[in-house]
DNA sequence: GTTACGAATGATAATCGTTCTCATTTGCAT
DNA sequence: ATGCAAATGAGAACGATTATCATTCGTAAC
């Protein structure tokens, strides 16, 4: 339990509502949240949180390196632990589902691509949706 | 300007909107659009067109295959003129330019990958975002 | 332990992009 | 020309996110 840490490197007081948040995203089953996922979540735990500062603190976790954000199709954003390892996403169009790979091969392509056009890649997201081909999808919820 | 029959065979009546959409598309400068850009651009040539007017018409559009849309950071969806051939995104940080690019090595490792993990691609998204690499942003606008 | 002060919070209003509603207008087949 | 369904435009409504601001909390100094 070195969430304190975290958030003291970060510059960030060690708050119930910043302690809450970081202890969802380290224990629940879904990687991926959204602002409204870990408002939910709060509430139906008991913790009397706001919207609002729930949007905060991901945003200044998001700051700190603590956390990823990334934009899917549909509207809203998700949040995951930042685990240091950069990966790209393939999202399940039956379930929603978010599935996370990595490709050596693509990342270097991208890298040439880029310095031919003249460019330094600062970052870049790499979305696939697809139809999961196995019977029943695996992922329904 | 076979534009009437685009829309005909869309099932679309010929509309003054339409068309001036579909002209904007065809003769402007920027190949990438927001609902918004071409908003303010057909009131600047003096068209009293409305804004819902204009999110419908890019819909329709995109849904008859003449447009594709397109979502990067930034909230803003863009759209451009469908030309047939799938291509991928990278945005100047500096200036907001979009540059196209395509790349056979990355898309079949994607299916490669996709295929690995039990996935059917329907559609795909990679979009990099990066710093022009030239003394001068050759972008800037 | 108190205290004090700035940082953090929560309720709510505001914003932004986009979609919906509905009365009016338009395209087009007759 | 005429009629009617389709399309339009103004503005309301919407969902996600951000800003405002009075109140509460964390923590460092006493």
Redo the contacts with the bound molecule.
Sequence with gaps: MDQ?EHL?SAG???????LKVLDLFENSKERHL???DVYRQLLNIG???????????L?QFEQAGLLVKH?FEG???VFELNKGDHHDHIVCLQCGHVEEFYDAAIETRQEKVAAGLGFAIRDHSLHIYADCTKKKCPHKR
Excluded: F, M, Q
């Excluded at 960030?12 to 910043?18: A, I, M, N």
């Excluded at 913790?47 to 603190?57: K, S």
């Design positions: 304190p003291k960030l007081k060690s708050t119930l509502p910043r959204s602002a409204e913790e009397d949180v706001g919207l609002a500062t729930v949007y905060r603190v945003t934009h509207g809203k954003s």
